[in-house]
């Protein structure tokens, strides 16, 4: 009886393995799919300093699934870093993001906008990384001051001097770097005097209970502060509540990004929206 079970137990996991097995393969095809159909897209979402003016966006993609709709990053970035497929993805979002800096520059009320894309460590790993984000900024005309990269901590584990030295090949193009979800993974304070950075981005995880949780207010507020040390400038993600953006504000971080402002949304949302903030604040 007992060995039956366990036969049936083993069946049931092998279908289970199988099962997950099949869908991987299937999302890496449909994911090659994606990028020859052109389903990806860029959302926007607004950064602004305490004063709520904008300052720019951080764009984050989007796979327009022809019967899913709109799926979220975390539904296939990662395997898309597994298999590869990052690099052409990746290569797109920086080639989009440079497009669209381009077309803000032709408009006095975008024109100051600065726009930052997210880099995975696979994509910053790569021996002409450095060349095609100087390709893209130069085949686009646009200033690089106004282009940011997004990268995280974890792209810093391994090969510290090679990490630093590319870092300071994309900082010599003109381009801003800025670290991301800062606080959850494992840089040290030594990381930070030695990486050529413009901003820190505080990670969501401690902002959410600013307000109320003491050791979350102690964390953000030392991080505001080490970040003033260092001449880095600061920026807090998922800022939700006033309560959080008066504490942010009262400890002189510099900029903020989160649902209060506005969600990711498509850029014809995003511009729109800039028109309306910009006429109701002047
Ligand atoms: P991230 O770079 O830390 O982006 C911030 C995420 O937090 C976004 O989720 C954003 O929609 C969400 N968010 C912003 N404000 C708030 C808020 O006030 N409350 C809450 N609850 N959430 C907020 P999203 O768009 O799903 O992106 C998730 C992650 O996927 C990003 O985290 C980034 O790591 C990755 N990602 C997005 N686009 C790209 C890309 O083009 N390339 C790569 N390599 N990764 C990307
Ligand atoms: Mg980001
Ligand atoms: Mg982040
Ligand atoms: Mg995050």
Redesign the pocket.
């Known amino acids: 009886q007992a060995k039956k079970a366990d036969r049936n137990t083993l069946r049931f996991f092998d279908h289970k393995m199988q099962d997950a097995i099949n869908a991987r393969a299937e999302l890496e095809a449909e994911l090659h799919k994606a990028l020859e159909h052109q389903q ?1 897209e ?2 926007y ?1 607004i950064q602004v300093d305490c004063a709520s003016r904008a300052l720019g966006a ?5 796979w327009n699934h022809p019967t899913r709709g709109l799926v ?3 539904q296939f ?1 990662p395997l ?2 597994e298999t590869g497929l ?1 690099l052409p ?2 290569l797109w ?1 920086i080639e989009t993001a440079c497009a669209q800096l381009h077309a803000w520059a032709r408009d006095e009320k975008t024109r100051h906008l600065v726009l930052a ?4 460590a696979r ?1 910053f790993h790569q021996s002409d990384f450095v060349a095609q984000v100087r390709a893209a900024v130069q085949r686009n005309a646009i200033d690089p001051n106004l282009f940011k990269l ?1 990268l ?1 901590e974890s792209l810093l584990l391994d090969d510290t001097e090679k990490t630093v030295a590319t870092m300071n090949a994309l900082k010599a193009t003109g381009v801003q770097l800025s670290l ?2 800062f606080g959850t993974g494992y840089s040290s304070l030594q990381y930070l005097k030695i990486l050529p950075l413009n901003q820190i ?1 505080i ?2 995880s401690f ?2 209970d600013i307000a109320t949780d003491p050791n979350d207010a102690a964390i953000v507020q030392t991080i505001i502060a080490m970040a003033g040390t260092l001449g880095l400038d600061v920026i807090a ?4 509540t006033e309560a959080q953006l008066e504490f942010l504000d009262l400890r002189g971080c510099h900029a903020c ?4 402002f506005g ?2 949304v498509s850029i014809r949302e995003f511009e729109s929206s800039l028109g309306q903030s910009s006429s109701a604040t002047s």
């Open positions: 990806f860029l959302h979402q951080e764009a984050l993609i989007r979220a990053p975390a970035i898309a870093e990052i993805i990746g979002v894309v997210n880099i995975s994509q997004e995280t991301d979800d981005k990670d969501r902002v959410r993600e998922g800022v939700e990004q989160g649902y209060l969600k990711p």
